[in-house]
C-alpha cells in the first residue's frame, strides 16, 4: 500500500465527522446564517489572519469555521522545540540536541502533528475545524525535499487533492470549495489576500474568490468577503489609489488573549510562545486591530 492511501481515505472519514450536516441550522433561504468562516491556507493561518476577529464573532453567537486549506506536509522540523530554538531569533541553540544542524519531519508526521495542532487551536476558539487537505509544493522525505509534480513526488503519492495552484484552474475543485459555502452560508467569509504573499497563500485567497463568485451566481446565502490588505495591496500604488486601503477595522483587544491561546497551540511553529517568537521579529504587527477589505457583498441588493 502506498504512504498515501489510507490517509486519503481517513482524509475523507474526518471531513465528514467534523462538519456533520446536523450541526448546520438552516437560514430563511435568502439571507447568510450567523456564521465566519476563516480561510487559512495553513495550519496557524486563521489565527495570524483574523485571530481576534474570529474570537470576537464567536462570542457573539456567531458559529465559527476554522479552515485549513493545506495539508501540511511541510514546515516542521524536529530542532523547533523550546530552549533547544530561538523562535525569536530564528536560529538554533542546540542546547536540547546538542547538534548544529536542523533536520525536517517527514511528511506525513509533519501532516498529523500540524492538524493536532489545528485541532487544539480550533478547539480554544470554539469553532469547528475543516480541513481541505490540498496539497503542499513540497514535502521532505528524511533529509530530501521533493518537489510537487516531479518523479518521486508522484511515487510517493502524499494523501489530499491537487496543489492549490492548480485547483484554481479546474472546476471540480473550485465546485468543492462552492459546497463547502452552500453548507455554512457564511454571513463572513476571510481570506488571504488573492495573488499576494506567499505562493500558496495567494491561491488559498484565489481559490475561495472564485468560490464565493460563482456561490453568488448560482443565488446561495452568502455574505461578505473580506480579505487581508497584504501582498500587492499594501504596496505604495495600491495604497494611493485607494484599492489597498481597509474598509474593515476590527478592535480585537477584549480578544487579544484568545487569539494568542490559540495560536500558542501551534507549538511546532512557535514554541508555544507567540509573542516571543512570531510579535519579536514582525515589525509593525498591530496587536490591537485587525484590518481587512472588502472584496465582495451579497448583502447589498
Not at 46 to 68: P, R
Amino acid at each position: 500500500m502506498k504512504p498515501g492511501t489510507f490517509l486519503r481515505f481517513l482524509k475523507y472519514s474526518i471531513l465528514a465527522f467534523l462538519v456533520p450536516a446536523t450541526f448546520i441550522i438552516a437560514g430563511d433561504g435568502n439571507k447568510p446564517r450567523k456564521c465566519i468562516l476563516v480561510f487559512g491556507a495553513h495550519a496557524d493561518d486563521v489565527e495570524q489572519m483574523a485571530g481576534g476577529t474570529f474570537a470576537k464573532y464567536i462570542a457573539e453567537g456567531y458559529q465559527g469555521i476554522y479552515v485549513c486549506v493545506m495539508n501540511n506536509l511541510s514546515g516542521n522540523q524536529i530542532e523547533k522545540v523550546p530552549g533547544n530554538w530561538d523562535f525569536a531569533g530564528r536560529k538554533l541553540t542546540a542546547a536540547v540536541t546538542g547538534s548544529p544542524k536542523v533536520y525536517q519531519v517527514d511528511a506525513l508526521e509533519t501532516m498529523q502533528i500540524r492538524r493536532e495542532e489545528a485541532l487544539q487551536a480550533a478547539k480554544v476558539f470554539g469553532a469547528e475545524p475543516v480541513f481541505l487537505d490540498f496539497c503542499e509544493p513540497e514535502l521532505w522525505l528524511g533529509r530530501k525535499l521533493v518537489i510537487y509534480g516531479t518523479e518521486e513526488y508522484l511515487k510517493y503519492d502524499p494523501p489530499g487533492r491537487k496543489h492549490v495552484s492548480l485547483a484554481t484552474r479546474y472546476s471540480e475543485d473550485v465546485n468543492f470549495v462552492v459546497a463547502l459555502l452552500k453548507k455554512y452560508q457564511s454571513e463572513i467569509t476571510i481570506i488571504h489576500t488573492p495573488g499576494g504573499e506567499k505562493l500558496d497563500h495567494g491561491d488559498s485567497g484565489y481559490l475561495m474568490y472564485l468560490a464565493f463568485k460563482k456561490a453568488i451566481a448560482q443565488g446561495m446565502a452568502v455574505g461578505k468577503l473580506w480579505t487581508l490588505p497584504h501582498g500587492w495591496l499594501s504596496d505604495t500604488e495600491a495604497q494611493e489609489s485607494g484599492r489597498g486601503r481597509a474598509d474593515v477595522r476590527m478592535d480585537i483587544r477584549k480578544y487579544r488573549t484568545i487569539k494568542y491561546e490559540a495560536w500558542n497551540k501551534h507549538r511546532s511553529q512557535n514554541g508555544g510562545d507567540i509573542e516571543k517568537g512570531f510579535m519579536s521579529r514582525s515589525d509593525g504587527y498591530d496587536q490591537d486591530f485587525e484590518k481587512f477589505i472588502t472584496v465582495l457583498d451579497n448583502t447589498k441588493k
